[in-house]
């Protein structure tokens, strides 16, 4: 990958701070409780600032949210996550698997119930929820389909690892599943997209 310029990663870091001020000033008081004034007031930066980087807070609280899950939107942050050398599915189900472990382990589980019950329960973020979710596919998707994996087969795949992911989320903010057995949750979820459903027990 090509190494970004100082002014792109002073761009991107602007950007992160400004993410990750809006979602913790959510997490504290809400989204309506929360201005744009008081998120550039906590790091320091302008409104115009803000404006060069975001739409509106919203936009803002979703990006912070995928910072703090490491999984960030193209705009947000660069992609650094190897996807395996040689390419293999394999290869690509472990370094999932690898990147939701870090974001699920220790008190993680419980900062992603937190953040996503806030998500789930402002109507207003979904749009920003899928839009990243679209970029982050289509970034790697490109990235498997350049390193020789077909189109639709890459697309199939990310939308399983994708989703595996989303169950997780989706359960701990329900509370069908503890933290402490989202392990086993991620488990079976992978081990479904690396051997399918069939003739398996319901």
């Known amino acids: 990958m090509t190494e970004p310029s100082l002014r792109e990663r002073k761009k991107l870091a602007t950007r992160r701070e400004l993410a990750l001020?809006?979602?913790?000033?959510?997490?504290?008081?809400?989204?309506?409780?929360?201005?744009?004034e008081e998120i550039t007031e906590r790091v320091g930066f302008s409104r115009r600032t803000f404006a060069n980087h975001f739409t509106c807070k919203?936009?803002?609280?979703?990006?912070?949210?995928?910072?703090?899950?490491?999984?960030?939107?193209?705009?947000?942050?660069?992609?650094?996550?190897?996807?395996?050398?040689?390419l293999t599915?394999?290869?690509?189900?472990?370094?999932?698997?690898?990147?939701?472990?870090?974001?699920?382990?220790g008190e993680g589980a419980v900062r992603v119930a937190e953040m996503g019950r806030v998500v789930d329960a402002e109507p207003t973020l979904?749009?920003?929820?899928?839009?990243?979710?679209?970029?982050?596919?289509?970034?790697?998707?490109?990235?498997?389909?350049?390193?020789?994996m077909p189109p639709a087969r890459a697309a199939l795949l990310l939308g399983a690892?994708?989703?595996?992911?989303?169950?997780?989320?989706?359960?701990?903010?329900?509370?069908h599943t503890a933290p402490d057995d989202v392990a086993a949750l991620l488990?079976?979820?992978?081990?479904?997209?690396?051997?399918?459903?069939?003739d398996r027990a319901p």
């Not at 490491?70 to 040689?86: I, M, N, Q, T």
């Not at 599915?89 to 382990?105: G, I």
């Not at 690892?161 to 509370?175: D, H, Q």
Request: hydrophobic share 50%; charged share 25%.
């Open 21 to 36: 001020a809006a979602l913790d000033l959510t997490l504290e008081r809400g989204l309506a409780e929360t201005t744009v």
């Open 58 to 86: 919203q936009e803002a609280v979703v990006a912070g949210f995928f910072l703090r899950l490491g999984l960030p939107g193209s705009r947000f942050e660069p992609f650094e996550v190897e996807l395996g050398d040689p």
């Open 89 to 105: 599915v394999d290869a690509v189900v472990d370094a999932a698997e690898a990147a939701y472990r870090a974001v699920f382990s």
């Open 126 to 148: 979904a749009p920003f929820v899928h839009q990243t979710l679209f970029e982050v596919r289509r970034e790697y998707r490109a990235r498997l389909v350049a390193a020789g």
């Open 161 to 175: 690892l994708l989703c595996v992911g989303g169950v997780v989320v989706e359960e701990l903010i329900a509370g």
């Open 187 to 198: 488990a079976e979820g992978l081990d479904h997209v690396r051997h399918g459903f069939a």
